[in-house]
């Protein structure tokens, strides 16, 4: 009899990659030093987002516990490094928990309670997004998580008030799954594209949209990194927005939007994308966000750059289709993404107005970031946030955000 889905993500298998070792042959020398936090964790541990999300935190702590207590296999001291899909595993234990808010959420679905199976799907399908984080290309157990992520993920937005389309960019003659979500259909609508961190796919962007963009009226398309989620086919390189690119070229397409009226919020690595974009395509941007975005810095100063969480540098090296063992090498490799080094930044300003948030002592967007950034346009308003991660942080810059694009569209 063939085994059901639910069977499958139950079932032990010890023969597959770990995370750790997917991009860095010399994961197995990999030490506490360094790490976030001081603490022995590979992955960086999101918890303030995760929570955001809408993720209980003490179940989130109760999973690293049993991480952190397992006596299985690792490939290094590191806690997260277990061996195998098996208990004690990363991917393992927080697919235990997608597949049991999927069981939950089909229940309230067949009784028609429809926004209680909806909160349940999103919250199975942010469970295996965290379980695949951080996304490796290369990881099998990452993309049988980002399945069962996407799969809950359109199953929440079909008991959702709001719409969801799946458009399908061309790029490079091969096509682009990005979700389209949209207040209603009674008119087009502005649009906002949004892109996340190199350790982010789209699927855990939605509550950007349904708790700020949506009563604002705006749409917001949402489209992965290169070398990430759907767009894992593309290298990370000097040219990074060539998938938005595409995007802004794809937009009179779509009928439910209106492509005249069209801003991009890039969190992270796509904020480099978005300032970039904020030069090279300034007439058909209306309005640019970035936040805590890594424009130059981190890209020119080997010190800095080799200072990042191997998980970081792990993640630059998988987007870039290459080993981060050789850490000197991966920092010449991604020295062209510094905006400064390629002329954008430092020089003459764009017209497109651009709003930049930062915070105090980021080892990837430091204040000379910052700097670079406010002085890009001549129309800029700079936020500083709190230096500690926190769900007032994000509340309180994405009703900013929002109010400023407002005005912007």
């Known amino acids: ?96 928990r997608a597949v049991k808010f999927q069981v939950a959420a089909k229940e309230a679905s067949q009784q028609e309670q429809k926004e209680q199976a909806k909160q349940q799907y999103l919250l199975s399908s942010y469970s295996a997004t965290i379980a695949a984080y951080p996304h490796f290309k290369g990881d099998d157990l990452a993309t049988t998580a980002q ?126 994308v978005a300032a970039r974009l904020a030069f090279i395509a300034a007439e058909r941007l209306r309005a640019i966000v970035t936040i805590g975005a890594p424009v130059d810095r981190l890209f020119t100063d080997v010190q800095r750059f080799q200072s990042l969480p191997q998980m970081y540098q792990d993640c630059l090296a998988n987007r870039s289709g290459v080993n981060s063992v050789n850490k000197e090498s991966l920092f010449y490799r991604c020295l062209p993404l510094s905006l400064k080094t390629q002329g954008l930044l430092g020089g003459a300003r764009t017209s497109t107005p651009m709003f930049v948030v930062g915070r105090k002592n980021d080892l990837i967007s430091p204040e000379a970031d910052l700097s670079l950034l406010s002085s890009a346009s001549r129309d800029c308003k700079v936020e500083l946030l709190k230096e500690q991660d926190s769900l007032e942080n994000y509340d309180q810059i994405f009703t900013e955000v929002t109010h400023w694009l407002q005005k912007q569209l």
């Open 147 to 272: 399945a069962l992520a996407h799969t809950n993920f359109v199953a929440a937005m079909e008991h959702s008030p709001y719409h969801c389309k799946v458009i399908e960019i061309p790029v490079d003659n091969k096509r682009v799954p990005c979700y389209l979500h949209l207040p209603d259909t009674d008119s087009v609508k502005p649009v906002v594209l949004v892109s996340g961190g190199l350790d982010t796919i789209q699927t855990e962007l939605y509550p950007f949209f349904e708790r700020f963009l949506a009563p604002a009226g705006f749409a917001m398309l949402c489209v992965d990194l290169p070398g990430s989620g759907y767009c894992n086919h593309w290298r990370l390189q000097q040219d990074s927005s060539r998938i938005h690119l595409a995007i802004l070229d794809y937009l009179p397409e779509i009928p439910w939007v209106d492509h005249g009226r069209v801003a991009m919020l890039g969190y992270r690595f796509a904020g480099n």
């Open 1 to 96: 009899m063939k085994e059901n889905l639910s069977e499958i993500l139950f079932k032990p298998r010890i023969n597959v990659v770990e995370t750790s070792t997917v991009s860095n042959s010399g994961a197995a020398q990999l030490t506490a030093h360094g790490q976030d936090e001081a603490r022995k964790w590979y992955r960086i541990l999101r918890r303030e987002y995760w929570a955001w999300l809408g993720l209980d935190p003490i179940e989130t702590e109760s999973i690293f516990a049993t991480i952190a207590m397992s006596d299985k296999p690792r490939t290094s001291e590191l806690l997260d490094t277990v061996g195998g899909y098996q208990p004690g595993n990363w991917n393992y234990e927080w697919m235990q």
